[in-house]
């Protein structure tokens, strides 16, 4: 495996921890010994979801809640109100234009950006997640990490954005490699892999693999050094493009994301998961998580038809 290696009482802790994750922390990485208990960070248990408070007891929340059904198949339902016409406007009878709207300004005194952040993570959703592979410049460090500021932005060239929160100079692994390599594999997260995929989220330090710690499987990519992820039903070799940094507004002269656009050069897609013409790939098998505000992931198990007009 490429990477770090990791000494074998950290390799044998981290094949068995706790499957309690944040985005961006490792709830419980102190019960790992050795090199990365150094770098571990306490969740804020911050009010980043509906569903819990600070000081709640999030191991008891979910252990209340119902099974993962596994099995639960994609279904198709009908749109909202199946005779709209043209000019009806919202299927609600008028409901929502009964709601009054408060205005925020982003920038206003006192507001923080995290405001900003959770206020964004919380209502642009679902958004795809970009489980994106890279590898160090000098071959020997292999990174994994997912990205929900993720998108499609065209198909020809095949074109992806990835969004980093932090500067180019003081670049975190995976942009780092990035801008290094100009290379990377974009892996789309499905069901059967979720835990595994968020794990790789932990704030290891630079060199250790993510790989071992997900447990996750490597397989050669075609035109890029970065792995797949194997246990991905879809997987896209990207080649760098171009990056373009940006600035805080509240903190002139701190840079704060950069804009990453990736163009695919060779998708990768289970072979029972796309059709004879490799031109469409089945939802009832890909089963795609998406990312939600806080600690929340979706699945996406309904699904409606609507048409696309014709003038």
């Not at 306490?42 to 979801?49: A, E």
Request: charged content about 25%; glycine content about 8%.
């Amino acid at each position: 495996m490429s990477g770090l290696v990791l000494n074998p009482t950290l390799r044998r802790t981290a094949r068995n921890l706790p499957q309690i994750f944040t985005s961006q922390r490792l709830c419980r990485i102190s019960q790992i010994p050795g090199t990365l208990s150094r770098y571990r960070q306490k969740s804020t248990m911050i009010k980043t979801s509906a569903f819990f408070k600070t000081g709640d007891d999030f191991a008891e929340i979910q252990a209340s809640r119902p099974d993962f059904q596994r099995n639960a198949k994609v279904t198709f339902s009908k749109p909202p109100k199946p005779d709209w016409k043209e000019g009806d406007g919202g299927n609600d009878g008028g409901e929502s234009l009964k709601k009054h709207h408060v205005e925020i300004d982003p920038y206003e005194e006192g507001r923080r950006a995290s405001s900003n952040y959770k206020l964004l993570i919380s209502g642009i959703v679902p958004r795809p997640i970009a489980l994106i592979s890279t590898k160090s410049k000098d071959g020997k460090a292999a990174n994994l990490a997912p990205f929900s500021y993720a998108q499609v932005i065209n198909h020809d060239p095949p074109l992806f954005t990835v969004g980093f929160v932090g500067s180019l100079d003081k670049a975190k692994d995976s942009l780092k490699n990035l801008t290094e390599t100009q290379e990377c594999v974009i892996n789309i997260i499905s069901e059967h892999f979720v835990e595994a995929a968020n794990a790789t989220a932990v704030n290891a330090p630079y060199g250790a693999s993510e790989w071992e710690i997900s447990g996750l499987h490597q397989a050669p990519s075609s035109l890029v050094q970065a792995a797949r992820v194997k246990e991905s039903i879809l997987s896209i070799e990207g080649k760098l493009v171009e990056t373009k940094e940006f600035e805080s507004r509240t903190t002139p002269g701190k840079k704060t994301g950069v804009l990453a656009i990736i163009e695919g050069v060779r998708f990768w897609v289970r072979e029972d998961a796309v059709d004879e013409e490799k031109s469409v790939v089945d939802l009832r098998v890909l089963k795609p998580i998406s990312r939600l505000g806080g600690l929340a992931y979706g699945r996406t198990t309904d699904a409606i038809e609507i048409p696309r007009p014709k003038f």
